[in-house]
Structures are given as structure tokens and as C-alpha cells.
């Protein structure tokens, strides 16, 4: 094998004992992998951060006297009656398991991030090494532009790993119980990985007039012995959209284990998605008003606020991090291809 000055240094700043190439795994598969992993985290992580943001927003209606109420409305008996707000029977259950799942997502993400961060590094050391022990004065050259791109790579890399060394534990301590949740009739439920509710494009549609009320206004109980021959209360439905995140936090999740086996027993359990056991409803006059579920949105939505900000610090310094990546390997795909960097 041809040594060159170069071939020297570049083998003392690696720290890697020369092995023969064949002993080495296919680092640029591995590098490959990374890339496409660290480009989709890059999309879904502010995705996720965002869905937070809007979930955040929820808190402060969730938590209002009125929540879940809707209007008040006088019948043909001259009774005023207090209606049940049918959009937030149609959307909390999915409310509930969406902001969990946006919880499970970011903490995923987190460990995902770490891992094949870290991994491509590494793997392009492995490269390096290939290149300088082929004794392909191309190859060499490859390796020497890489090489002046490595400082950079490794600079965002410690930037980004300093955040993320807490921003995982973080994370999991947010969607943890807090004392809001505590008096909540919820027996079992669990982050995992799925869908996020598309709060942008949440809508009610409205419906005829003939829902049931949850009880005479004042709190007032209605008489069971009444019958009434007209209920006018207004009913309706809600659509709440889904941001499809599961799928692609899945690749990366499986591609960080690929990485990192042991990541394996903090990941799995998450991948089943988010779990909850609904409340027991409850009202008056055959109405489905839960205000527990309500209170368990308001309290989520006060926890989403936290995890949007602990992934805020995140998202600048993992898009700069995949950008050096994706440098690294378009410098790689233009030499291969015959054309020069600029």
C-alpha cells in the first residue's frame, strides 16, 4: 500500500487501527442510512415541536368554567336548559390520546436523534479509512475533501449533543403524572408513538336541534318523571384531522436501533402508541358531558406546553447538523460521479 504524508496524518487524527477493509461493516451503507434518517428527524421533530405548540393552546379553554358546556336554551315548558357541547364528545377522546402520543413522539425522536447523530461519525471515520488504505489516488482525493468537512461535521455534533444529553429525560418527565392528573378517575395509560391532532384544521359542523340537555340551568336536576316532547338542544359533529407522524418517527426509530441496539429497550415499548382508560360518562338527561376527560385535556395541554419547550433548543441545531451531513454526502456523490466540489 502506497503511504503518502497525507495517508499518515489523516490515519493519526481518525485514532482507528488500521484493519483490513473487509473487516470493517459497509460504512457507506451505514452513512446512507444516517443521512436519510437525520434528513426526515430534521422535518418531523419541528413538526412535532409545532404540534405541541397548538396543543399548548388548548389549555386555557379546556380549563374554563364553560368547557364542554354549550349554550343555554329555553323550552317549550319554559324551562332553561343547559346544553352539552357535542364537538367536545366528538374530539376529547382523540384530544387525550393525541397529546400523548405528541409526548411519546418527541421523546422517541429525542433517542433517535442521539443515536444515529452519533453513529455517523462514526461510520464516516470507518470510510475514511477504506478510502486512504485503497491506494487510489482518487479515492485518496475523496477522502481529503471529506476530511476538510469532518471539523465542521464533529462542531455541530458537539452543539447538538449537549442539548440532547437532558432533552430525552425531559421529555419523559413531562408527559409523566403531574398534580393536575393526579385526582383524574384514570387507571392505566401510556406515551407512545403516533399520530398528532391537526388542531389547524379541527372543524364543527353543526347539526339539528335535538340533543339532549345535561340539566336544568342553575344546576337545577331535571324531574326523571318529565318527559319532554321537544329536546332543542343543537348537536353536531367535529372532524379533527390527523398530522401523520407515527410512520416516519417509526423509520427513524428503527434505523436509531439498527444504530444502537440497546436503544431497543427504551424505544419498544413506545412503539404500540399512546393508551389511555376513558372516564366513565356521566350527566343528566341521557347527555354524555365529561368533565374529567376535559380536565385531562387541560391538564395535557399545560404539559405540551413544557415539551414544546424543551424541543425548541433542538430543532436550529439538528438542522445544521443534517446539513453538514448532507454536504458530506453530496461531496461524496459528485467526485463519484466524476464532477469536483466547489
Not at 452543539?159 to 413531562?174: C, E, R, V, Y
Not at 359542523?205 to 345535561?214: K, L, R, S, T, Y
Not at 379533527?240 to 427513524?252: D, E, G, N, S, V
Not at 436550529?316 to 459528485?334: F, K, R, S, W
Request: aromatic fraction near 6%; glycine fraction near 8%; proline fraction near 8%.
Amino acid at each position: 500500500m502506497r503511504k503518502t504524508r497525507f495517508t499518515t496524518a489523516l490515519l493519526a487524527a481518525l485514532a482507528v487501527v488500521s484493519m483490513p477493509a473487509s473487516a470493517l461493516a459497509d460504512p457507506l451503507s451505514a452513512m446512507q442510512a444516517d443521512s436519510r434518517a437525520l434528513g426526515a428527524m430534521a422535518q418531523t421533530w419541528a413538526q412535532v415541536q409545532s404540534a405541541a405548540q397548538s396543543y399548548g393552546q388548548l389549555a386555557p379553554y379546556a380549563a374554563a368554567t364553560w368547557a364542554g358546556l354549550g349554550p343555554v336554551v329555553t323550552n317549550p315548558m319554559g324551562f332553561r336548559e343547559q346544553c352539552h357541547n357535542t364537538r367536545w364528545d366528538q374530539v376529547t377522546q382523540y384530544l387525550v390520546t393525541g397529546a400523548l402520543n405528541i409526548g411519546g413522539d418527541g421523546e422517541a425522536e429525542a433517542y433517535a436523534i442521539q443515536a444515529v447523530a452519533a453513529d455517523f461519525p462514526e461510520q464516516l471515520s470507518d470510510y475514511l479509512v477504506q478510502l486512504v488504505q485503497s491506494g487510489n489516488p482518487r479515492e485518496e482525493a475523496l477522502a481529503n475533501q471529506i476530511m476538510a468537512q469532518k471539523g465542521p461535521l464533529l462542531a455541530s455534533l458537539n452543539d447538538l449533543s449537549t442539548l440532547l444529553n437532558t432533552t430525552a429525560t425531559q421529555l419523559s418527565n413531562a408527559i409523566g403524572p403531574n398534580s393536575s392528573l393526579q385526582p383524574l378517575p384514570i387507571t392505566q395509560w401510556e406515551a407512545g408513538i403516533g399520530d398528532a391532532p391537526n388542531l389547524a384544521r379541527a372543524q364543527y359542523v353543526a347539526g339539528p336541534n335535538d340533543g339532549a340537555p345535561i340539566g336544568w340551568f342553575d344546576g337545577i336536576a331535571p324531574d326523571s318523571q318529565i318527559t319532554r316532547l321537544v329536546d332543542i338542544c343543537p348537536t353536531g359533529t367535529g372532524s379533527l384531522p390527523t398530522l401523520p407522524l407515527k410512520a416516519p418517527i417509526m423509520r427513524a426509530v428503527q434505523q436509531a436501533i439498527s444504530d444502537e441496539p440497546s436503544l431497543a429497550q427504551v424505544a419498544q415499548p413506545m412503539e404500540n402508541g399512546s393508551t389511555w382508560s376513558a372516564p366513565s360518562p356521566y350527566g343528566f338527561g341521557g347527555g354524555t358531558a365529561n368533565p374529567a376527560r376535559e380536565d385531562l385535556v387541560a391538564a395535557l395541554a399545560t404539559d405540551e406546553t413544557g415539551i414544546a419547550g424543551y424541543m425548541a433548543p433542538i430543532t436550529a441545531p439538528l438542522e445544521q447538523y443534517d446539513q453538514e451531513v448532507q454536504q458530506i454526502m453530496q461531496i461524496m456523490q459528485i467526485i463519484r460521479s466524476g464532477g469536483t466540489e466547489n
